[in-house]
């Protein structure tokens, strides 16, 4: 049963933007933690950020600060990324994930307690 649903990909030149939304399917954010991770070609899974449910506190990766903003709607059932001056670095399927509101700094670590996963959507950054 899908929980999470991403949208928003695509392609864009570095420098570009895009901003990517995560919805909630039958339930809102309140008591969750909403991560963004990437997977580029090759390579692990590796977390991005994260913003907090219960106090729409953020944090990102090293790589992405002050680039990458996330944010929230106000009913919490949907989670933004907007992500700027775009790099070929960053390309990659974009999940968004779920755990408990508790857990949001176990989603900086791998393996981190994850409650269900988005479908993925790609960015593609191309030089």
């Known amino acids: 049963e899908v929980e999470l649903v ?3 990909g695509g392609s864009v030149q570095a420098g570009g933007s895009l901003r990517l939304t995560c919805r909630a399917a039958r339930f809102t954010f309140h008591d969750h933690c909403i991560g963004w991770f990437r997977q580029a070609p090759g390579k692990e899974r590796e977390f991005v950020s994260y913003i907090s449910g219960r106090d729409l506190s953020t944090y990102y ?8 903003t996330g944010s929230s709607d106000n009913r919490r059932v949907a989670v933004n990324l907007q992500m700027n001056s775009l790099k070929p670095e960053d390309t990659g399927i974009y999940y968004c994930a ?26 593609i950054v191309s030089s």
């Open 6 to 8: 991403e949208s928003g």
């Open 61 to 68: 990766e090293d790589s992405v600060k002050g680039r990458f």
């Open 98 to 123: 779920k755990t408990r509101w508790d857990r949001c700094a176990t989603m900086v670590v791998p393996g981190a307690a994850i409650d269900s996963w988005g479908q993925g959507t790609q960015v």
